[in-house]
């Protein structure tokens, strides 16, 4: 890919995440990571564009700070973005229509059938899970008011809570990923038991039982 035209890609994700917060960057910078990791597997079996998967990764989530208090999906929002911007700066049609596929079923609206979509969906997906995943819960916690006690059970419950909320919906991906790919699901397996063992502490130091 035009090294001009990825950096022009990266200059506007910045721009758009920065809408979000100090923790949407990097974010960004971590699914991108992800998504290399799980092409250079998922590759030796079937061709990945390395350009579409980058671009897809770097605007994925160009439109979620405009979700807050409103009922559209921003993987279709943000597909309609990348399209104008990519338009913009001269990428290929072609590619275009990849790269909006894969932000579009990002959030779980429909299937993806390419194999960059799968690839973002899963890198996506798992930033969710394991060391980061538990962080991420309980700076929502912190936003949303939840003491440590309150997170802990919520973890523990085996109903689904009356109420929807940022950390219910964050251990139900916690407990119930749902990956295409079979790097993805391996890298999963690993990542929960970390899940697994901390909570189970967590339970025991509140208990005052260690």
Known sequence: MNQKVFELVERYSKEQ????????????????????????????DVAVDSGVLKVAALLHDVAKH??????????????VMAENFLKS?????????????????HTHREEPTSIEAKILHDADFMDKLGAVGIATIFIKACLTDKTIEEVSEAFESETEPQKKSYVAG????????????????????????TVSTFFKELKKELELKI
């Open 170 to 193: 964050h251990i139900r991906w916690l407990k119930h990923p749902h990956l295409y790919t079979k790097t993805a699901q391996e890298m999963a397996r690993r990542r929960n038991r």
């Open 17 to 44: 995440m920065g809408k979000l917060g100090l923790h949407a960057w990097p974010h960004i910078l971590r699914v991108l990571r992800l998504c290399e990791v799980i092409s250079k597997s998922e590759g030796r």
């Open 89 to 105: 700066v001269g990428f290929s049609n072609d590619k275009i229509k990849l790269v909006c596929h894969a932000i579009r079923v």
């Open 66 to 79: 405009l979700e807050k208090g409103s009922s559209f999906d921003h993987g279709d929002v943000g597909a």
